[in-house]
């Protein structure tokens, strides 16, 4: 006679993503129990793995063990965490992050830490959401020279389509659920991105700071394996 | 015992509006019978009443009673018709109407009309998306001196919140159906207008050209009503 | 070597709006971190800058420091709050705000108040919804006077309808998310009135009371610029 | 082995449902194919029954044998049929059909059928939508005397709350399709009837005069079984 | 110099609305600020009168005034409240109202507790959804009898499709929020029942067990205006 | 330098499906274009290789090569068609296909054609609507012994959830189109089908006949698997 | 004159649906109030049956009488508990579970939980999200075996579709709510399973394990009724 | 006195795009009349521009002046055209196009025939849905070399997330209206590119093969950009 089943955490990580896509897995930690993270930072000590963790709650990370909590350092806005790395981007920034308002900062805050993660150093320029346009036109010359710009918008969305216009690099939209009324989750902001007049812009899921910067890193990676000879490690010089 | 019924056109016209509201009576040709256009039409002439009508197709003008069709004057593209009437704006135009595409003109088209039949004078600029954004940006100086701007987008819609941060006057969204995928229907044109972070923006229905024109009318009524002494019919000088 | 980043409050203020727009920018409180909202307050007293604030909540309003509360004027069921400046409308009343429920009460507060701020007086009628039609009706000869009727409604969203049908003046309708089965966030009531049979309403984003608000504001200040010579600072005298 | 199978006609008829429900069937035309139809015509035949046809459209019915035309009486406008029945409603009418446009006509004509095939005897209003508001109010004295009142509207679906507020009797709201923009497909006029301020509304499905017709007919029948005595059939002498 | 005004109550009672409809106005609770539920409480106190109050949730109500509560006989479940008024239903029931299942009751309870204020008995049938058909069955010919049958039902809501083609009498479909997934918010039970294939259903909003009630009492009124001679208050003997 | 590339038919077959997941791949006709279906038979016919086409209207039929016509039997209510093969369906009907109304016969059809195609057999039960409850009910003792019932059924889509609290095989729900107002598109049988009170339904695309059928199949395949003894082709002797 | 009625438990068990459809009725707690759940289970234990509860969150269970809880055998992640019976599945597992990440866990859990409660063993397979395809290509020849998969996916709900091209059981796919932005809800997941290239996949309701569970259920009982003969029991002995 | 105004072409293009965005502007035929598109032709020509054309179906082709269709190369599958230029796409392609059905042939033909006219060389990959995951796999290793895979597929839209990871390249998803059901109009695809469990992907309108051809050229120019030194027009080696 078999046991009654007791449905327990179980979590395998995919930890050769990187050679296959270059992109290395993150933790999602939202929608995860706290016994299920544990047992996630138990496999990745064991292991001796650094880790990203994406939507970590200061609440959460607090009941965590003290022996996993010393290996992470945390950013509160953009709930993201570095587990037992400490990033070294360097060289010229490559990503462009820029931002309609304030209010979309932890979005913003995840894209930057993400790409930080990855050693990939960004600019970011925040509030220049277009109702107030000669702050955006101050900054489009600089942004002319990134190969890719991340635009970060809610509400109406208008940005990207402004920006779109103005710069040749590749464009990744991050839609926010920042608003109320008919923008309420974001999704006039993603329609507005996706059925932009501006031609050639991407978009990711509303709120996926981890998915732009990713989208952003696979476009780096691109570029720089087709880089300036004489870069021992393919990071485009600039 | 009474006779089973049979239903007829039986149209009743609301004359007195104009006193109510300042704002005649329309008659909305799409949706009606070929018969129904013609009792209406038949009534308007037995009062001696003149008419605007909207979403009237050439091809139903052309099913009309030759001695109706001769009294209207009919366009194609924004599917207007005057009946039994030339009007005669005078002065400056006082509504400026700007549009981002030009698959927008059918709705350009029924927003001058309509404001025309009041004897509204207006100036269109069309074909200054947010794209191509310097288009717009020359007619900016020009567009502060208006009282009243209708703006009509399609697609993303970003163009509102464009010219809400440049212009002072009141602003009038008519979002377009413009577009396809998410932009399908219009929905997300009338939805970033709505979510706009251009303060003091108003939005009329999808495709709504004659209710545009008519929340213009409102509030140029309100301006000449305030207007310069010495104008003896109430009429902005400007 | 770069440090890795860690996200902070970084807010910046668009003083120059009223010049360009008219409409001074407020500061939408809902979405914003403690620590964004106290930069944002620094930097207003860093200028000697007054501003109006909305969707303040009272929970959020006690953990600002007291130097700031000092000089808040706080309302609670509006949420909306001046920061150090006392308005002072004068002249008679040239917007109406009329509402079909006491639950309404938050969005005509953050109407009236906000044209309070901008030195424009109201009148407001409330509990007229149309189920008890004579009470709206007691109001009609004096709502036909005002170059500018707000309608704040809710669930079925009938109110606007009915209005427009009745005065000449421009009307700006608010949706607001009151009610609940299919009326749940005041979409009913956002489609009712872009839907109207009344021609020539505009209509604002559910809830937002603010850009009813500039949306008055905006027309009241063209009415103004044509107003009666005599009057010095551009008011209308009525 | 077995015939590979052909699908073909095979319809069958729920003639016993006036004893259970007080309601006859009726043939839904529209979704069936010709052969459909005829076969269903033949079985009325086969069996001397009547029944009444809904949304069989005029080219439908040209193509239908002559023997079967023949004892159709057909209202193009509403699209409904009488096949073999004269219909001999007597007695004042005891239900009031109210209709906010005459793009509505269709429906109103769907609903008078109908009950008109029940032998119920009605009275239709037409063209007072909420933004006329006088002609509606010419109406209530009468209208305060039905038992039972239809009330057909599409776009903003205002006029069941208006009426709501104003008549007593049992109140069938059926919302339209008529409009455009947010208004299209009647979604708008259903949520706002459902919405309603007004207690005591019900709602039907979008454009089904069939089914308001009958739900006024249960309330009717439910009428005169509690009816005066002396009126020997059950209807109520009014 | 005006006061910066700060919104208050301001609540006003429709105590006519019998008069004109049948159905005396009940108090909407949610949505409402403690400082209006005791204006209004007050109001009723001065006036004599009485009323209904509904949405009331038991934690509002420990915070009343105690003087106010000691007046108030409050039903958890249902969340409804009579306010210095004790009803007194008589003669046999004259309204059913059937459940599909027992997270239904909250519903049921508001339809039957509105019905008793307005002194109107009620017969209650619980937990007979459709998946146990037999259940049902065992009712209908009771059911049978009732000029109006309310059926409440969330999920798929297919309990009153069945129940529609078993009973003769009015039929009042009250779609409950019950479940999840694309149950949720009570969707699919509110288009099921507008869909149904039943004919003359009559459907009110999700959860308005008050709507459900006010529009059984229509129809009540009606039939006892039609009633019985002999009955001095017009009530049905049955 | 590379030619222009101009778009051809280019069509690849997944002829190894049978072996991988025991169901041949289907032509779905629908969306393809003529030169794509003449290449798809001509490969057909070069690899001696039969095949079921659906979605193919009689139009498009009347367009193919006369050498591909000849090879095909067409059903024209359920568009479907055989390609060089003829069925030879064995045994009792394993599975029974019963559809609410005959507006449904089109979808009935294609499962049945489907199922024949792969040689089960199938008995069909039609226009057994609930509203007409008692026409289901004398087929349940029968509907009892089936291991797979497919549940046709548009409109409000009860039909699944009576049936799946009266028979214990595996039910599969197919919802149709069939409807208009809220149930146009077949979205409120869909989500009543998933929504369902009776526990086990499961629920296939919106009028997919090819779908429904082929998870019959799979289930009949499974109970063939472990089929009796003796059977030498595994199919099950019932 | 009646009481006013106070609305109280009043649950009602279909303890004869195992012989009707071969699944037992399962108690859903989520909307019922402790005091409901306290009658269920006096009920239940009045009887001396057994039950399985679903949506038990632990803060509930731990509010029950301790009689009652004593009986009770709780899953924390899965919300399941088994009322007073000890399942005893044997033979080998014929249901595989597969979902894509932890974070389906506790949908997996109530599959599993309901499934071992009807005494029928589960495999389960965790983790295999498409992103890391080869974790799912080393379990495919071992799933090929099993008569049914359980898919469990959130998210883009891709899986089902890649292992429906890949084993030829029944499949039946369970969306999950996992996920933000535009996989809120479930949605996506469960129109893609819907919508699946992959022929005859089934789907059940966003998060509906238990029903998920039944409908494997009944596919076993169909396969056991087909069994191998000397099986007294009917259950498989693969 | 002014002319009434009548509505005309009026059509501006942006020929200063390439040098701003590096994209030229294209000419979207749909949604412009016939009129509009000679315009445009004709100024075209007289600047001796050369251009690309979309969504211009073969019977609006045949209705223009035939000097203008000597000029054009046109498509019928992808509906493109290119006005006097012939593209000349050397080097390898740094484009891979892959397809998941032969029904998405139209979008797959806009997205070659765009890069084609960029003198971008593309490879394409057509009927390689998950369904049939091998003939997927086959590719891999040959895709896994280029900077940009673009995505085409409707329906589930699952091929996106497969090949996310499996592939290290930018990856541009184009989600298809192919499809019926819940998948109609391609909303099921576009989700489920954005909710993908791949990290990275990014995503353009629906059926839009222009858009995902614009941002996979914003792509392919910033690898240009950093590209080997030696490629004097600054394209890449590889």
Not at 163 to 170: D, E, H, K, Q, R
């Amino acid at each position: 006679m078999a046991e009654p089943p007791t449905t327990g955490p179980e979590v395998r990580l995919d930890l050769g993503r990187p050679e296959r896509i270059g992109v290395e897995e993150a933790i999602l930690c939202a929608g995860k129990s706290d016994a299920q993270l544990v047992a996630i930072l138990d496999e990745l000590a064991a292991r001796a793995a650094s880790a990203l963790l994406t939507r970590l709650d200061a609440a959460v990370l607090d009941r965590l063990p003290e022996h996993h909590r010393a290996r992470i350092d945390h950013d509160a806005v953009s709930r993201t965490a570095y587990f037992d790395r400490t990033p070294r981007p360097d060289g010229l920034p490559s990503v462009a992050v820029v931002a309609a308002g304030s209010s979309d900062m932890p979005q913003v805050g995840e894209v930057v830490r993400t790409l930080t993660y990855a050693d990939v150093a960004t600019e970011t320029v925040v509030d220049v959401g277009v109702a107030g346009l000669w702050r955006l036109l101050e900054h489009v010359e600089r942004l002319r020279e990134f190969p890719v710009v991340v635009v970060v918008a809610g509400m109406d969305g208008a940005l990207p389509s402004v920006l779109g216009g103005l710069v040749p690099g590749a464009i990744v939209c991050l839609p926010t659920s920042t608003g109320y009324g008919v923008a309420r989750d974001g999704e006039t902001a993603l329609h507005a991105a996706l059925a932009s007049c501006a031609p050639g812009l991407t978009v990711v899921n509303i709120d996926n700071g981890y998915g732009a910067a990713c989208a952003a890193l696979r476009i780096i990676r691109a570029v720089q394996r087709a880089g300036v000879p004489g870069t021992p490690d393919g990071r485009p010089a600039r």
